[in-house]
């Protein structure tokens, strides 16, 4: 009884000193690191974007749009940049388009890229109704959910640094790298079905285009090496919609196998398997491509859903229905929680 008893104090010990590193038993029984993903404030942040209402190029509700994410994300502790680029989309139109870079610990060598386009398609190409393939798509999952999770993840990782600034738990609390979220532009402006022309890959992803053209440096005013290159990048895209599954994607194993590995990996860790499946799923033209031709090994956390008769990417993908009914809070905390256990639990 009393080696037993032993045994229990030492288990205890074990778990108290695992919750003063950020580190919780979940009921699941599985092991869980740094802070909470709050579920209820990225499907908030969702619902802000969605305000204003389909943020398509050249429009009012996109530059207001882009205004209320950069002040977000300087509220949560982020160095906040632009790239600023007019581009030519597929039918000639100028489209002033702007990529948000926000950095966490801006000085840091080391970089992590997390990314989403955040731009609204200005067409419901998909709908099964033909009366709405010209009206804009709201974008509450297709756009909007990849930028929510990553603003999600700026607040509570600076919310979990401060309140550990001062204890026992500072060193695990503290990201040794850093982080710079990127939100593209222009991603989904791509030939519309309807256009009676070749859909060329060269449409997409615009904004991501640029980026991987021009790539940002560390700035000397935040004492970041200015050579400093980006580890690997996570694309997040349609990371909110209901019954979502996440599968292995095409180019992401082909450029980023070992980091599709250890994120499916955290993902089970965090007791998110039946989301993240160990399958294959398609290959698809994304934002990720043009980083990946760059040199950024990325993967692409997608939205794929083989048994759908009207898209592979879920039955709102381009239609009017694309809107914040369709969004799951519960997709939304898989896929943070991930990458909160995928961050705290990363060694380079």
């Known amino acids: 009884m009393k080696y037993l008893h032993y045994i229990f104090c030492f288990a205890v010990l074990l778990v108290a000193m695992a919750c003063n590193n950020g580190r919780k038993v979940e009921e699941n029984g599985t092991l869980s690191v740094g802070p909470s993903f709050n579920e209820d404030s990225a499907f908030v942040f969702c619902e802000a974007q969605c305000a204003f209402g389909p943020r398509t190029m050249n429009s009012d509700a996109h530059d207001k749009c882009e205004a209320w994410i950069i002040q977000r994300f300087r509220q949560y502790g982020c160095e906040v940049t632009t790239q600023k680029a007019d581009l030519k989309g597929w039918d000639g139109t100028v489209l002033r388009s702007t990529n948000i870079i926000a950095r966490l610990n801006p000085g840091a060598g080391t970089r992590i890229l997390i990314c989403a386009h955040w731009d609204s398609r200005p067409w419901a190409d998909n709908d099964p109704d033909s009366s709405n393939w010209k009206k804009p798509v709201m974008a509450a999952n297709d756009g ?16 979990f640094s401060a309140k550990n600034a001062d204890s026992i738990a500072a060193d695990s609390a503290k990201l040794d790298f850093g982080i710079d979220f990127v939100c593209f532009d222009a991603e989904d402006y791509g030939t519309p079905s309807w256009a009676g022309q070749d859909d060329s890959e060269d449409t997409w992803a615009l904004g991501a285009q640029h980026f991987a053209r021009n790539l940002p440096q560390n700035t000397a005013e935040s004492g970041g090496d200015a050579n400093a290159k980006y ?38 860790d965090a007791g998110y398997s039946a989301f993240f499946l160990n399958q294959d799923g398609g290959t698809v033209t994304d934002d990720h491509k043009p980083l990946n031709e760059a040199g950024i090994p990325t993967i692409d956390i997608i939205a794929y859903y083989p048994d759908c008769a009207q898209s592979g990417f879920g039955p709102t993908w381009h239609t009017v229905n694309d809107d914040m009914r369709h969004i799951d809070k519960s997709t939304l905390k898989a896929v943070g929680q991930t990458l909160v256990q995928f961050l705290y639990g990363y060694n380079d």
């Open 231 to 268: 580890a690997f990048g996570i694309l997040l895209d349609m990371v909110g919609g209901q019954g979502a599954r996440f599968y292995h994607e095409g180019l992401s194993k082909h450029y980023a196998q070992d980091v599709l590995t250890k994120v499916w990996q955290a993902a089970h």
């Open 144 to 159: 909007a959910s990849g930028v929510a999770v990553m603003l999600e993840l700026a607040r509570c990782i600076n919310a």
